[in-house]
Nanobody
């Protein structure tokens, strides 16, 4: 079992930055590929970014490529999402997720554990 707790959300103006953190506990964190997803009101949960177990492979949704960076610190059992040049359309609840597998994935159904989410609001 893996427990995930997100933090770092908040209100920011368009063009600003936020850094989300996801602290993991329980099962060995370094054996899990990790991902970030988001869900805006009235919309389905969508993939944002993912990173493999060692951090050497990352993948991003086209909508955030070049603006967001996912990283992990296995010594701290933490994964991060650095979000720059934020836009109002980035407003959503952001969820951290973990896989039981080492490799990356983009579909929510491929992830086994989920955090409770953190709200990100970008004002225009």
């Amino acid at each position: 079992q893996v427990q995930l707790v997100e933090s770092g959300g908040g209100l920011v103006q368009a063009g600003g930055s936020l850094r989300l953190s996801c602290a993991a506990s329980g099962r060995t964190f370094s054996s899990n590929a990790m991902g970030w997803f988001r869900q805006a009101p009235g919309k389905e949960r969508e993939f944002v970014a993912c990173i493999n177990w060692r951090g050497g492979t990352t993948y991003y949704a086209d909508s955030v490529k070049g603006r967001f960076t996912i990283s992990r610190d296995n010594a701290k059992n933490t994964v991060y999402l650095q979000m720059n040049s934020l836009k109002p359309e980035d407003t959503a609840i952001y969820y951290c997720a973990a896989r039981k597998e080492l490799s990356i994935a983009t579909m929510p159904g491929r992830f086994d554990y989920w955090g409770q989410g953190t709200q990100v609001t970008v004002s225009s």
